[in-house]
C-alpha cells in the first residue's frame, strides 16, 4: 500500500506541471518553448545556485540546520535568499532574451515560463529525489540501523525519517501537496519577474525576490520544530495564498483561445499511432525489431551455457575453458541484460532517426500537418508507435530468456525478472525520446544520426557523475541486473523516476523545437 501511493504521487508530480501546461496552452495558446524557457532558467540557476551555497558554508555564513543550532534562523535566512536570489535571476535573464528577441504582450507568457521552471523543479527534486529516498528508507525499514556506523545525529535523522515513512501511507502525499506549493510559488515569482521587464519597474523584482525567500527560509527553518508533516504544509499553503489571490486578480478572462475539443485531438492522435503502427509494419520494422530481441532472448542463456563448450573446439583455446567457472543461472540473466543494453540503444537510433528527419526530407510531414493534425499529436505518435513496437520485442526476448535459461540452468525468480526487462524498457525508451528529438532538429537524416548518437553518449557518461550517477538511466541497468535471482534487492526508484522525468522533458523540448520549424 505505501509502494503504491508513492507511486502514484511521484507520478503526480512528475505529471501535474505538464498537465497544467497543457491547459494553459489549449486556453490561451502559449507556445510549448516558453515551458522549455522556463525549465533552462530552473537549470542555469543550480549552475551558480550550488556552488554559492558551498561557498556560503565555507566562509561560515551558512551553518548547521538542527533546532539546536544558535545560528539556525540566519542560515534559514541566508538560505532562502539564496535561492530567492540565484532562481529569480535566472528568470530575469530568460526573459531579458524573451523581451528582446520576441516582443511579448501576453502576460500568461509568463506564467507557462513560471510552469515550466518549477515543472523541472517537481519533476527532479519532488519526484526524483523523493523516490531515491522511498527507495531507501522501504530497504531500511526492516535493517538495524545501529550497524551502519552512524554518529548520533545521524542515526537520530534516520531513525526519525524511516518511523514516518512507516507511520501512515497517506504520508505519501505530502511531498505532492509541498511540490504543488512550490510550483504555485514559481509561477507567481515567474508573472511579477514578467511585470518587472512589462512595466520596466525593478520593484517586481525586489518583490519576486523576497517572497521566494520567505517561503524558503520558513521552509528551513519551521521544518526543524514542526514535525507534522500536514501542519507544515499548511504553513507553507498560508505562505503561498498571496501568490495565489495574485494570478487570480490579473488572470486575463477576456482572451480565450478556441481550441479543439480535447476528445477529437485525442481521437486524430489514435488516428496517427494507427497510421505509424501501419507504417512500421509494412516497412518490415515490426519484423526486425521482433526478430533482433527473439534473437538476443533465446540466445543469451544460450550463449552463457556453451560458452566454455565452444572454447574446447577451437585450436589452442582448449587451456582457457578449463578456467571459464560453471555457468548459473546469473551468467544467463547477466548475459540477457548485456545483449539488450549493448545493442538496444543503437536499434533505437537506426530505426528513430528518420522518424521526422526523413519525412520532412521527402516532404510528407507537411503534408500530413496540411490536414487537422496537431504538431504534439504527430510526434507523440511516432513516440508511441516505436514505444508499442519495443514493448512487443521486449516481450519476446524475455519470454525467449526465460524458456531457455529454465531448461538450462536452475529455476528463477520469473516476477522480478519480468520486473527487470520494464526497467529496461523504460531504460530504452529514453534513447527512443532522445533520438526522436534529434530526428526533429536535424535537417537530414544522417545529421538526427549524429546528434542521437552525441545525446546517447551524454547519457551513458552521466552514469559516473558523482552523487547523482546511480539516479540516471544507468542506474536502471543496474537495478535490472540484481532483478530474478533474488527476492529481496537494492531499488533503485530514483533512476525509475529520473527514466520517466527525463522522457517527458525532451519529448516536451522536441514538440516545442518543431513547433517553431517551418516545414
Not at 34 to 49: D, I, P
Not at 237 to 259: D, M, Q, S, T
Not at 465 to 470: S, T
Amino acid at each position: 500500500m505505501i509502494i503504491f501511493l508513492y507511486a502514484l504521487s511521484i507520478s503526480l508530480m512528475i505529471l501535474l506541471p505538464l498537465g497544467l501546461a497543457i491547459v494553459l496552452r489549449r486556453r490561451l495558446a502559449v507556445p510549448w518553448w516558453l515551458f522549455c524557457l522556463g525549465m533552462l532558467t530552473f537549470a542555469g540557476s543550480q549552475v551558480y545556485h550550488i556552488p554559492l551555497n558551498n561557498w556560503l558554508a565555507d566562509l561560515g555564513v551558512i551553518g548547521a540546520i538542527g533546532p539546536g543550532e544558535p545560528g539556525l534562523l540566519g542560515t534559514a535566512l541566508v538560505l532562502g535568499l539564496s535561492a530567492g536570489l540565484s532562481e529569480t535571476v535566472a528568470r530575469a535573464l530568460g526573459f531579458w532574451l524573451l523581451f528582446r528577441w520576441r516582443k511579448t504582450e501576453r502576460w500568461q507568457d509568463g506564467v507557462m515560463a513560471g510552469l515550466g521552471h518549477g515543472g523541472i523543479e517537481a519533476m527532479v527534486i519532488g519526484g526524483v529525489f523523493t523516490a531515491a529516498s522511498v527507495s531507501s528508507l522501504w530497504a531500511m525499514r526492516e535493517m538495524d540501523l545501529t550497524a551502519l556506523g552512524l554518529s548520533p545525529e545521524q542515526l537520530t535523522a534516520v531513525t526519525r525519517q524511516t518511523t514516518l515513512f512507516l507511520s501512515s501511507p497517506w504520508l505519501a502525499f505530502a511531498p505532492l501537496l509541498e511540490r504543488g506549493i512550490a510550483l504555485t510559488l514559481h509561477v507567481a515569482v515567474s508573472a511579477l519577474v514578467w511585470q518587472a521587464f512589462k512595466r520596466r519597474s525593478p520593484a517586481y523584482f525586489a518583490l519576486a525576490v523576497v517572497y521566494h525567500a520567505l517561503l524558503d527560509a520558513t521552509a528551513v527553518y519551521a521544518a526543524q520544530f514542526i514535525t507534522n508533516a500536514w501542519l507544515m504544509e499548511g504553513l507553507l499553503a498560508v505562505i503561498a495564498l498571496p501568490g495565489v489571490v495574485y494570478l487570480w486578480r490579473v488572470w486575463p478572462r477576456a482572451e480565450r483561445h478556441r481550441a479543439r475539443p480535447l476528445r477529437d485531438d485525442l481521437a486524430l492522435l489514435g488516428t496517427a499511432v494507427r497510421k505509424e503502427l501501419l507504417q512500421q509494419w509494412r516497412t518490415k520494422r515490426v519484423l526486425v525489431v521482433s526478430a533482433v530481441f527473439l534473437l538476443f532472448g533465446l540466445g543469451s542463456p544460450l550463449l552463457a551455457k556453451f560458452t566454455p563448450q565452444m572454447l574446447t573446439l577451437i585450436e589452442g583455446a582448449e587451456q582457457f575453458a578449463d578456467l571459464i567457472p560453471e555457468p548459473t543461472t546469473a551468467d544467463a540473466l547477466a548475459q540477457h541484460i548485456k545483449n539488450l543494453t549493448q545493442f538496444g540503444f543503437i536499434l533505437a537510433i537506426l530505426l528513430g532517426m528518420g522518424a521526422v528527419a526523413g519525412e520532412k526530407e521527402r516532404g510528407t510531414a507537411a503534408m500530413i500537418l496540411s490536414k487537422p493534425l496537431p504538431r504534439w499529436a504527430f510526434l507523440l505518435s511516432k513516440f508511441t508507435a516505436q514505444s508499442l513496437v519495443y514493448l512487443a520485442g521486449f516481450v519476446l526476448a524475455a519470454a525467449g530468456a526465460a524458456y531457455y535459461t529454465s531448461i538450462l540452468f536452475e529455476p528463477f525468480l520469473l516476477g522480478p525478472f519480468i520486473l527487470g526487462n520494464g526497467l529496461l524498457l523504460l531504460w530504452l525508451l529514453t534513447f527512443t525520446a532522445v533520438t526522436l528529438l534529434s530526428s526533429v532538429i536535424g535537417k537530414s537524416t544522417g545529421a538526427a544520426a549524429g546528434i542521437a548518437l552525441v545525446g546517447s553518449v551524454l547519457i551513458f557518461l552521466s552514469g559516473s557523475l558523482p552523487r547523482v550517477g546511480a539516479l540516471m538511466p544507468s542506474g536502471l541497468v543496474a537495478w535490472a541486473g540484481q532483478l530474478g535471482l533474488k527476492a529481496e534487492v537494492a531499488a533503485n526508484g530514483g533512476a525509475a523516476a529520473a527514466g520517466a522525468a527525463l522522457i517527458v522533458a525532451v519529448l516536451v523540448t522536441a514538440v516545442a523545437i518543431f513547433e517553431q520549424q517551418e516545414l
